[in-house]
């Protein structure tokens, strides 16, 4: 089991240029997130999927697209990247209900120049 | 208003010894679930504990329990028998239902930074 698992690990794009990141789970779980943290703020949501083909914002989702085709894969697009954007992202994946636990993927780190 | 509050920006322990790591939360919602992650700096983010709203007795886990008063709205982490490998970042969150489609989402605290002395 691999769990959840991230691409690139790290990142540098110039402001405007565009790029995906990669998520894929081996869990079988319908609920899929992307959060960035930024220091001093923790973790927040960008992206949230309940299962293929369905997908809904976050708290933060201006400048990102997501798509979810299959139940492994959550892919999270910068349209045109900003300096705004550098922070570190992270992909979750759980079970759908309160009580369950999100795994988290071991994280990309972004930087916009 | 702040939904996760975690007061200590950073704490140190004597290894071997127990410490609290304090969390407080906000929200109107009867249903929930309590969190804390474990961040090392490696940057991952591990799972440690979870404590469900109507859960009445505390959760435990290891060397790891939660103190949880849900009249306070709190849900402390406690570390017993610290060790050098608890030195990390430490985050409360609670999984809360989003106030606009059908999902929900974790809120986290800015942390607690841990550091483990011998």
């Known amino acids: 089991n691999a769990g959840v698992t991230q691409t690139p690990k790290f990142q540098v794009l110039k402001t405007g240029q565009s790029m995906t990141l990669q998520c894929a789970q081996d869990?079988?779980?319908?609920?899929m997130s992307w959060y960035r943290q930024d220091p001093g703020m923790g973790l927040r949501l960008i992206h949230y999927?309940?299962?293929?083909?369905?997908?809904d914002q976050g708290e933060v989702p201006n400048g990102y697209n997501v798509s979810r085709s299959t139940t492994e894969d959550f892919p999270l697009r910068l349209l045109s990247a900003a300096p705004s954007q550098t922070s570190v992202y992270f992909c979750?994946?759980?079970?759908?209900?309160?009580?369950?636990?999100?795994?988290f993927g071991p994280g990309t780190r972004l930087t916009v120049t | 208003a702040q939904k996760i509050t975690q007061t200590q920006p950073g704490m140190f322990v004597q290894e071997k010894e127990a410490v609290t790591l304090d969390c407080t939360y906000d929200?109107?919602?009867?249903?929930?679930?309590l969190f804390w992650y474990k961040q090392p700096s490696s940057g991952e983010m591990i799972f440690l504990i979870y404590?469900?709203?109507?859960?009445?007795q505390n959760a435990t886990e290891g060397r790891y329990s939660l103190n949880f008063q849900k009249a306070r709205k709190s849900a402390n982490l406690v570390i017993s028998a610290s060790q050098l490998g608890d030195s990390a970042m430490y985050f409360c969150?609670?999984?809360?239902?989003?106030?606009?489609?059908?999902?929900?989402?974790?809120?986290f605290g800015t942390g607690t930074q841990l550091k483990v002395e011998l």
């Open positions: 869990m079988n779980h319908e609920y």
């Open positions: 979750a994946s759980s079970e759908g209900g309160l009580y369950y636990e999100q795994y």
């Open positions: 969150a609670m999984r809360e239902p989003l106030l606009t489609g059908g999902g929900n989402k974790l809120t």
């Open positions: 999927s309940v299962g293929a083909g369905i997908t």
């Open positions: 404590q469900g709203s109507y859960d009445e």
């Open positions: 929200t109107s919602d009867q249903s929930y679930g």
